[in-house]
């Protein structure tokens, strides 16, 4: 059964610091891996969709890359906003029979002070 | 930018009561989801849908939940008999094709059994 795990729980920077989110899966046979946001009560938008294949994507101040022989993917936030506060999810859309279906990770909870 | 609609918002109901959660997915996706969030918790994946038929269900979609594209917008999740431990904000997301490409969430429906 698939585990998705992120480190850390939380975290807490000041403005303009850059910062590394770390997510690891257990079972590397997955079709994709994407990096969500959710704001407090919130739904869950889409920031960036990593293919299997790929090692990185990136999006503005976002780069997410993704190491499926370790089980790895990070998301890296650059000079970093108090608007990029929020809780970050990341999830692995599985492969073989399944209907890619997600698995997430518990979150991040990132809060950037001014 | 079409989107993933959700109704209600928000709803409460009595434990035992029947209750129907709404979505309309993005209109060429062919790939239908519900996930649920109880409070503090992960996401958890319920059902994929394709094809107008169920594709997976998790251990958690018992016999109490059901689910249905009546016409060619609307995709229901249906507990037909709610308990406590059902409370929590029901997430739909849909697909276009591929398990390659990204799922797009709604913002939710916050149910709570009392």
């Known amino acids: 059964k698939q585990e998705v795990t992120q480190i850390p729980a939380a975290l807490s920077v000041p403005e303009g610091e850059n910062l590394v989110l770390n997510c690891s899966f257990t079972?590397?046979?997955?079709?994709?891996l994407q990096w969500f946001r959710q704001d407090p009560g919130k739904g869950l938008t889409s920031l960036l969709l990593?293919?299997?294949?790929?090692r990185e994507q990136t999006s503005g101040r976002l780069n997410a890359s993704l190491d499926k022989s370790s089980g790895r993917s990070t998301l890296y936030i650059a000079a970093s906003q108090p608007g990029d506060s929020a809780t970050y999810l990341c999830?692995?859309?599985?492969?073989?029979?399944?209907?890619?279906?997600?698995?997430f990770g518990q979150g991040t909870i990132l809060t950037v002070h001014p | 930018e079409p989107e993933v609609t959700q109704t209600p918002s928000h709803q409460v109901t009595q434990m035992g009561q029947e209750v129907i959660l709404r979505c309309v997915p993005i209109?060429?996706?062919?790939?239908f989801y519900w996930y649920r969030q109880i409070l503090g918790q992960k996401v958890e994946f319920l059902v994929s849908?394709?094809?107008?038929?169920?594709?997976?269900k998790s251990e958690i979609f018992d016999d109490q939940f059901s689910v249905e594209r009546p016409d060619g917008s609307n995709f229901t999740l249906k507990i037909r008999s709610t308990k406590l431990e059902d409370s929590a904000m029901y997430f739909c997301?849909?697909?276009?094709?591929?398990?390659?490409?990204?799922?797009?969430f709604g913002p939710g429906t916050r149910l709570l059994v009392l």
């Open positions: 079972d590397s046979a997955i079709y994709n």
């Open positions: 999830a692995d859309a599985a492969g073989g029979t399944s209907y890619g279906k997600l698995t």
């Open positions: 990593i293919q299997s294949s790929q």
């Open positions: 849908f394709y094809n107008n038929e169920i594709s997976e």
């Open positions: 997301a849909s697909r276009e094709r591929t398990s390659e490409e990204t799922q797009y």
């Open positions: 209109s060429n996706h062919l790939y």
